[in-house]
């Protein structure tokens, strides 16, 4: 009994690790879509997320207020652009969350194969 | 699950969406449209002269670019976005001109080369030179910058035009000129014409100002 706690605690515990401010789905997509990416403005990030100005505007800001967005506003002309790209920060974060999920995937995928062989 | 994004797809997704807007299939279209309409220009006007007819070529181009220039600028950013690519697409890009300066250097030299004593003792079927300039002249750096644009649609192109420059010469002793020309050129170019409007529309449909 306390073999198997042991066992599904090594399963579910990295899960605790996970770094929240990614693995929100919206917040996921735009950490991706920044990641392939040097550089973005706003509307081609909206456009590739799919999401509406005020929830792109509203995670975007979290992301910038944990250091792993950069933004920079300026004017092109008349017109107002904002140019956002990954921190070195940011882009080390979403290596590490991807390689948490990508180990927590092979542990889930271990721990079904053995329930399925029993 | 969401969490295991293909990073290359989502990569290839982002960049291809700037072929969305149709432009670069207008830009090609147009361009092979107006080798076919320039000859047949010349001829309903009766331009011998060479320099002269090169002229209505010439205007139909730099309606092409601007098309494309002007396009893009007003047109596809303020919709599209801003976007940079990391350095894998960089270096595409600077192999890509390497590539395109080579080939506008070997061309000169194609150019000069008839001028010179050193080809006027070969003898070549009309036909064969028709299928090496297709080829070589055209699909072969079409499916190149194809490959290093990362933009499938015109390997499509690149094989339409190079048997369009094949045709004309098949066609020129059923229907003479100009129609010799005219028939694929204007075909091939339309086709693409056609193409490159339909993603135009519905590129603006896709992106609308309005968001």
Partial sequence: ?118 | MAENVDLKSLERKAYRSIFEDGLWDLFIGLIILSLGLSTFLSSILNWSDLWISIIPTLILNINALLIFILGKKFITIPRLGIVKFGPKRKSKQQKLKLFLFAFFILNIVLLILPFTNLINSIRFEPLFIALILGLGAITLPFVVVAYFLDFTRLYIYAFLAGLGFFLSEVLYPFVGSPLDTLLPFGITGGVIVVIGLYHFISFLKKYNLSK
């Fill in chain 1, 1 to 118: 009994m306390a073999k198997k706690k042991a066992d599904s605690d090594d399963i579910i515990e990295p899960l605790g690790d996970i770094d929240k401010v990614i693995h929100e789905p919206a917040r996921l997509m735009i950490m991706s879509v920044l990641y392939v990416v040097e550089s973005a403005d706003f509307v081609f990030l909206r456009n590739q997320t799919g999401l509406t100005n005020g929830n792109l505007s509203s995670h975007l800001n979290k992301l910038e207020s944990v250091g792993y967005v950069e933004v920079e506003k300026k004017f092109k002309g008349k017109k107002p652009q904002t140019i956002l790209k990954l921190s070195v920060q940011g882009r080390e974060a979403f290596e590490v969350y991807r390689k948490k999920m990508e180990d927590y995937r092979k542990k889930m995928d271990q721990a079904l194969t053995g329930l399925s062989e029993k």
